[in-house]
């Protein structure tokens, strides 16, 4: 019951946000990915995991905002993230990266996961739904 209702108003709230500012989420998320996929390994900080569940969480993240707010070219989105991974990992050689498949299998298939959690969202939270409400002075 209530804890329920407390996660669905916190999605719903999330999914305002992102109705509202999709398209500089997409932006910066994008530029976030280049920059951190193009910096040299050897200038950044380690972390443990895996890095394809990181390829593939990224992608999912950056795909998420444009499939739930469906812009009229939100397919073609979904086709520029998938060939921006590409590129990405065409370029990794020149900066001291490895060019590896796998990276670009898990950027494609968060893609493909982004657009399946946004279409299961808007099925559950239609775009129509979320609202950002202003405080108004009574």
Known sequence: GHIMRSVSHIIHTLLAWIARYWLAFTLL????????TLWPADKMVQVGGSDKV???VAYLS???PAAYMRP???KWVAVLLVAMGGAIELIQPFVMRSREFGDFS???AGVMLGIAIAMLCRYWWPVSQPMIHKKTDA
Do not use: E, Q, R, S
Request: charged letters at 0%; glycine letters at 0%; proline letters at 5%.
């Open 29 to 36: 998320l994008m530029a976030i990915i280049c920059l951190l």
């Open 54 to 56: 990181y390829h593939l």
């Open 62 to 64: 950056v795909t998420f």
């Open 72 to 74: 009229p070219t939100w």
């Open 106 to 108: 898990a950027n494609a």
